[in-house]
């Protein structure tokens, strides 16, 4: 049985590419076959295995910018390849792909599932600049409201939004996150544990790295010369963090983008304390990572997070945006060593459940399930 895994683009990775990506690797051990859909070139992907079908130039080249031309000739392209494909399901994953998926497997009376990692709602002039903020709310409405037969959705506030905001009926969609590769991490060599508090994303404004600038700098200075403040990240908004910690008198390694996932994976291993700072937040990859690295993870209370972190239990939640709440919570974890340990420990059990192996399994169970 064929299955047609369709996204905008696979590089830059971010959550979606890489969910596709590891769908597509793992689905041929569970008996279907994989044709992967999108506007990245097949070069970019060369030595994967992977059989790609490049439908138009590529729409992002520069994150979060998009060429729009690019995007009606993915549009048109995609929902042409599909017509004309033998595939058993169709996977839309992302919402540039809902609309010609949707139609394509509307024509061809073909299964069809999609994929919602995110809706931004009343967010998009705060996550975007420029005009084209303003058809992003219409546009993410009107492509969740395609007819699909089955919904996946990473978590449940989205599940949430998609029944009282899209309309779909709760019975079509299910949550289902997506993972990390444990077997990968398990592989990384590394030192003893440092005493570090590690932030690893985009220096981007919903990122709000600045937060976490501003709660240790709440902390002591005997506590701040006993753990350092490691941010790694590349985004335009590291200028600003830059001239925050000065204006704050606080020292922060910053070191900018590391390309390799083992370097990153490495510095993980080796770290006490890991933080999302985010103001929203899907999944959180970065997260679960960390938990499988056995750090104490201090989150802001994201839509992702709050699905898998309980509070006090594997890791700690605080207030969206409160440099106090997140003092606080650096705090416990510093000064209370039993704590830590626990929850680096429990951290881990609860991240173990999150392998890729066991989240495309349950894809392939989900695909099964339909045909």
């Not at 696979?10 to 689905?27: D, I, S, T």
């Not at 002039?125 to 969740?144: N, Q, T």
């Not at 709000?208 to 005997?222: F, N, V």
């Not at 910053?254 to 304390?273: Q, R």
Request: glycine share 8%.
């Amino acid at each position: 049985m064929k299955i047609a895994l369709c996204t905008e683009i696979m590089y830059p990775v971010f959550g979606v590419e890489r969910r596709v990506f590891e769908m597509a690797k793992r689905l041929p051990k569970h008996g279907y076959e994989v044709d992967l859909y999108t506007s990245t070139p097949p070069s970019d992907m060369e030595g994967s295995g992977l059989n790609v079908i490049q439908v138009s130039d590529s729409t992002i080249k520069n994150p979060p910018k998009r060429n729009y031309f690019n995007c009606v000739a993915f549009w048109l392209n995609l929902f042409r390849k599909l017509s004309a494909s033998k595939c058993d399901i169709i996977d839309a994953n992302g919402h540039m792909s809902l609309l010609p998926c949707s139609l394509a497997a509307k024509m061809r009376n073909r299964a069809s599932i999609a994929t919602i990692h995110d809706m931004y709602i009343g967010e998009w002039r705060g996550m975007y600049s420029g005009i084209m903020a303003l058809p992003g709310a219409p546009f993410e409405f009107f492509s969740a409201k395609m007819h699909f037969d089955k919904f996946l959705c990473v978590n449940t506030t989205l599940r949430r939004k998609l029944i009282s905001i899209a309309g779909i009926d709760a019975g079509a969609i299910r949550v289902l996150q997506s993972g990390i590769d444990t077997r990968f991490i398990d592989k990384i060599k590394s030192g003893r544990k440092k005493q570090r508090i590690l932030f690893v994303n985009r220096l981007a404004p919903q990122k709000s790295a600045d937060t976490l600038i501003r709660a240790y700098a709440r902390l002591d200075k005997e506590t701040r010369d006993e753990y350092e403040l490691c941010v790694v990240g590349k985004g335009r908004e590291r200028e600003n963090l830059e001239a925050l910690a000065k204006s704050l008198g606080v020292g922060v390694n910053f070191t900018g983008f590391v390309k390799s996932d083992a370097d990153v994976m490495k510095m993980m291993k080796e770290s006490e304390i890991f933080v999302l700072s985010s103001r929203r937040e899907s999944l959180g990859l970065s997260v679960l990572e960390a938990m499988y690295s056995r750090c104490a993870v201090v989150s802001t209370a994201c839509d992702g997070p709050r699905d898998y972190i309980a509070h006090g239990r594997n890791g700690l939640l605080t207030e969206i945006g409160s440099p106090e709440s997140m003092t606080h919570a650096l705090t416990r974890a510093i000064e209370d060593g039993k704590l830590r340990k626990r929850m680096q420990a429990s951290a881990r059990q609860t991240a173990k459940g999150y392998d890729w192996d066991i989240v495309v399994k349950r894809i392939a169970a989900v695909y099964g399930e339909m045909l």
